[in-house]
Each structure stands twice: as structure tokens, then as C-alpha cells.
């Protein structure tokens, strides 16, 4: 954050807290925290437990072999779902999905079709998405294709229109996702030999109770 004056953050801070509040004061918008993260199959996460005297736990380091198929780390985009339910409560959920290969415009568009999609069936009209500056989101491919969706959605009255709001740069404290990923790769670790990456995705949606879809994949 040294290049970016302190002013603009907060500028950005104050329109996404606007926007959380418009957004919770309507019955059929949803706001949401997106973002990117690699599960490793091979480093292990920081981790602190609580043992008995004299007994130690002991993360083994894993390697990678020429005979295993599986990649070392598994690409997956998150969304931290927000909303005010009909008697005004607070609701949210974890909608994941994995990715063949790494993020980029084209997967990243699939993602978005995929999230309107869910928003709808949900019953929403509007979805806020908070999201960084990731190379993929501020592609020109995506964003054309949010302004198309858009157009299309305003012309039809049928789907979910995107509000695409960028968090300031260096400030992951403001992407309220980020923390979750850490907690959920302590708790997928095996402390003492690989996972396939099978079992990594099986235990991803375990923790962030979502069911275990298809990759998606670049056409």
C-alpha cells in the first residue's frame, strides 16, 4: 500500500461499505467477497496444536515423484456469499468452484456464468462482487463480457446483474474470504503422508459444506 495514498483506500473502503449497505437493504440483492486460492498438495500450512507432555506433532514435508498424476496444487475460485433473508437476518454460504489448470479470462467468465446462474436460482436480482485487481479480473475480456451480461440482463428482465466494485490494492483485510482459506487448509492437512488431489477437493468442499462439482475447464 507505500504507492497508494491513504485518501483513495479509504475512498474505496467507504464505496464498498456503501455498497454492503444498499445491498442489505434489498430483499433480492446479494453482496460477495471473491477470491483465488492454490491448495497445495505438498506445503504445509503454519499450525499450532495443543499435545500432550513429552509427545510432539510433526508436519511431514511432501515430494513430488515422477510417477504421481496428480498436479501439485489445485486452482479453485471462492465466493464469500452474503445476505438479509426475508426476517432480516444475516445469511451467508461458500460457493466454490475448481479449475482445470490456472485462472485466466476465459475460466474466469465460465466462473461468472456459473455464480449468476446460482444467484438466480437463489432468487436474487443483483449480486455485488468485491474482488482485486487479479490480471484475469481486470482483463478487458471480462470486463466486456460483465457490460454485455448487463445489457442483456437489463434488455430481458431475466437474470442477475453484476456489480463488479475492485478492493484497493495490497489491502486483503478488506476481502473478509481471505482468512477463510487459511483456516480451511489446516483443517484439510495429513500429517503424515500426500493427498491425492481427490481427496484435497473432497475435503475442500467438506469444510465449506459444497458439493463436488466438475472442474471448469477452458473450451
Known amino acids: 500500500m507505500d504507492y497508494q495514498p491513504r485518501s483513495r483506500v479509504r475512498e474505496e473502503k467507504k464505496r464498498r461499505d456503501r455498497l454492503i449497505q444498499m445491498a442489505e437493504s434489498q430483499p433480492d440483492w446479494a453482496y460477495a467477497f471473491q477470491d483465488e ?6 506445503s504445509q500450512p503454519d499450525l499450532h496444536s495443543w499435545v500432550e507432555s513429552g509427545q510432539h506433532t510433526k508436519l511431514i514435508q511432501q515430494t513430488h515423484t515422477k510417477d504421481d498424476p496428480d498436479p501439485k496444487a489445485l486452482a479453485c475460485y471462492g465466493l464469500l456469499v452474503r445476505w438479509k433473508n426475508d426476517k432480516a437476518h444475516s445469511q451467508e454460504k461458500i460457493w466454490l468452484r475448481f479449475v482445470a489448470g490456472n485462472p485466466c479470462a476465459a475460466l474466469t467468465i465460465k466462473y461468472l456464468q456459473w455464480t449468476c446462474s446460482k444467484a438466480h436460482r437463489s432468487g436474487k436480482r443483483v449480486l455485488v462482487m468485491f474482488w482485486d485487481h487479479a490480471s484475469w479480473h481486470v482483463s478487458q475480456e471480462v470486463l466486456d463480457w460483465v457490460h454485455a451480461h448487463n445489457r442483456q440482463v437489463k434488455h430481458s428482465g431475466n437474470g442477475v446483474r453484476l456489480l463488479i466494485c475492485f478492493l484497493p490494492k495490497k489491502s486483503p483485510w478488506l476481502n473478509s474470504i ?3 482459506w487459511i483456516h480451511a487448509k489446516r483443517k484439510i492437512i495429513e500429517p503424515d503422508r500426500k493427498l491425492s488431489a481427490q481427496e484435497v477437493v473432497s475435503r475442500v ?3 465449506f459444506a459444497n458439493p463436488v462439482l466438475a472442474f471448469l475447464q477452458k473450451s
Do not use: D, G, Y
Not at 486460492?37 to 505438498?42: H, K, M, N, Q, V
Open 205 to 207: 468442499c467438506l469444510v
Open 178 to 180: 481471505e482468512p477463510m
Open 37 to 42: 486460492t492454490w491448495w497445495s498438495r505438498f
